[in-house]
């Protein structure tokens, strides 16, 4: 029997493996395999809605500090998060036939999720701004801006004008912060990424005002008596909003515009909306 040593058994070892790398790493034209699942063109062999389909379940990234958009309610005992956004969500998931889960995130850390695939949609009364890094599906919902004040000021803040050079609050990455620096002259302005914190804020009058999507601010105004509505709009500057879905994935958004369309058009969206602020406190 032939004796090898370790030393001429992983030489040959090395031999092999060099004849097979160079035989896989090059076709008969000399050219150098890239990757031999991609197909010309595209970019992505599986795309994000079969991934999504084989995996049996869509992952939903969200804010749940915004009722009624999506918001935690106690339910059964149970901490729950609901509100219109998440009920369409459900219906984009009953669509697709997949489970859904839901991830509850700080608003600026959405784009970032979506970027990363830790989250497969976002719906998080979004609006379709062309500078967020993802793509967007038609908008389902519209609302103007709101602007919360504590009650004691009602009659200090009126106008846009009376806001200048004050304390404004708004959600760290929203358009609410770019609304407030293009509106709001000389504004000392204060992002914090909670609703909820910035709520407070006004509350104990260490912010004069704070901006937000107007149903929300509604709901916030009717939860708490020491707040309320400056009846002001800025102009053009409204929220609309859309599904947000990681950048090439054109499947995707055909299946979630194909449900959202069906939505709108049998007055399901606006069922959920009323629900939604039904279920506000
Ligand atoms: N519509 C605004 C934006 O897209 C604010 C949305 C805040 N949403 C939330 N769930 N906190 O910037």
Do not use: W
């Not at 989250?119 to 967007?136: I, K, N, Q, S």
């Not at 004008?161 to 000389?186: F, H, M, P, V, W």
């Not at 709009?233 to 995707?252: C, H, Q, Y």
């Amino acid at each position: 029997m032939m004796k090898f040593s370790k030393t001429k058994i992983l030489l040959l070892m090395m031999a092999v493996m060099l004849v097979l790398v160079a035989c896989g790493g090059t076709d008969t034209n000399g050219d150098v395999d890239v990757d031999i699942d991609q197909d010309q063109g595209s970019e992505q062999t599986v795309s994000k809605l079969d991934e999504i389909k084989a995996a049996g379940k869509i992952v939903l990234g969200t804010s749940a500090d915004y009722p009624p958009y999506e918001f935690h309610k106690e339910i059964d005992g149970k901490d729950t998060i609901v509100g219109f956004d998440i009920e369409i969500a459900k219906e984009i998931a009953k669509a697709l036939d997949v489970e859904l889960e839901i991830k509850d995130m700080d608003f600026d850390g959405l784009i970032l999720a979506l970027n990363a695939d830790k989250v497969d949609f976002v719906l998080a009364g979004m609006t379709p701004d062309p500078e967020r890094d993802v793509d967007f599906s038609k908008i389902y919902y519209r609302a103007l801006q709101g602007v919360l004040i504590n009650t004691e000021n009602v009659d200090k803040f009126k106008t846009v004008e009376d806001l200048y050079g004050k304390r404004i609050g708004a959600q760290k990455g929203t358009i609410q912060e770019k609304i407030a620096e293009s509106e709001i002259q000389d504004l000392d302005l204060k992002g914090l990424a909670k609703i909820p914190d910035l709520v407070l804020e006004v509350k104990h009058n260490k912010i004069d005002a704070v901006i937000m999507e107007k149903p929300v601010a509604e709901a916030y105004a009717d939860r708490h008596d020491d707040l309320i509505l400056m009846d002001l709009t800025f102009e053009d500057a409204e929220g609309g909003s859309a599904v947000a879905v990681k950048r090439g994935n054109p499947e995707l958004i055909e299946e979630i515009n194909k449900i959202l369309d069906r939505l709108m058009e049998d007055g399901s969206v606006d069922k959920y909306v009323v629900e939604a602020i039904e279920m506000v406190d």
